[in-house]
């Protein structure tokens, strides 16, 4: 009998549970989908109109895929609570994302087979990185045949020559910068390599090289970081101001170098950015997105 009442116990325990839960559910994921789908169409009419306008909404648009990460539970309750109302607000941020990023999960047109591949990478190794073998390692597993690095030091640079220098035989490093600079590793022998001046923090570093008859330029770039660690809060909107001036300067100074070149050119730049800026449209006006 003791069993009997202890399974009835648990299952009446269980039943209340889900009441809870259901009441819960009906009662706070509307109210929370509202008011969280009430921010992104604030916010997403923010970005049509004034973009990096104001310097606090510069720092929410450095952030803007983690916007939606909240998606991912609030649809769900949105589902669980069975009011329509709350399920068809709640898909508007999906809508959102997917108007903003669709062109980095669309399909991609099949390429030719008699079209000759390039396979290029581009990697920010981080200025304070002293595990010269990982990168070189990262490297040779991928195999591109162009190379891209943000953030290195000459100390790496001089390792890496060493390491690589029977597949990637051919570099330029652009400069010497505090916190890392911009360098190119690539198989094909240069026609051409110079640095750029970007006028503000790291220069880009390009080559020139002919891949089955055709010359491509390939550019590595670094734009001007943010440097919230760097001030004060009082400070903050000055330095964000500033930075994004900068930002916008350096990547109409790339616009300027990509329209002069001919030919094939392509760009492997840390934008700073996922998507939200005022520069980010700047670049990708003139750049096809790539599969990767």
Known sequence: ????????????????FWRTASAFSECFAPTVSYVYNALIV?????????????WWLTVINRFVPHLFAPILVILPL??????????AASLIPPLVFGALYWPYFGPHLA??????????????????????????TVILTHRPDLVA???????????????LGETYPYSLMGGEHPYGTTAV?????????????????????AVKVSVAGEEVTFIAAHLLAYGLRWGSLAEMPDIINLRVFEQERQAQL????VE????????????????????????TAFTWHVQK
Not at 1 to 16: F, L
Not at 42 to 54: A, E, H, K, S
Not at 254 to 257: I, P
């Open 1 to 16: 009998m003791g069993g009997r009442r202890d399974q009835v116990r648990a299952k009446h325990s269980e039943q209340r």
């Open 42 to 54: 604030i916010w997403f009419g923010l970005w049509l109109t004034v973009r990096d306008g104001w």
């Open 78 to 87: 949105a589902l669980f609570s069975r009011r329509h109302r709350a399920i």
């Open 111 to 136: 390429q030719p087979d008699q079209t000759p591949s390039l396979r290029v990478m581009t990697y920010n190794v981080l200025f304070s990185n002293t595990d010269y073998e990982a990168v070189a």
């Open 149 to 163: 690095l943000q953030e290195i030091q000459p100390e790496m640079m001089g390792a890496l020559v060493e390491r």
């Open 185 to 205: 590793f690539s198989r094909y022998p240069l026609l051409d390599s110079y640095v750029l001046d970007l006028k503000a923090d790291r220069p880009a570093a």
């Open 254 to 257: 790339l616009v300027e170098e």
């Open 260 to 283: 002069r070149l001919d030919g094939t050119v392509i760009l492997a730049c840390e934008i700073r950015d996922q998507g939200g800026s005022d520069h980010s449209p700047v670049l």
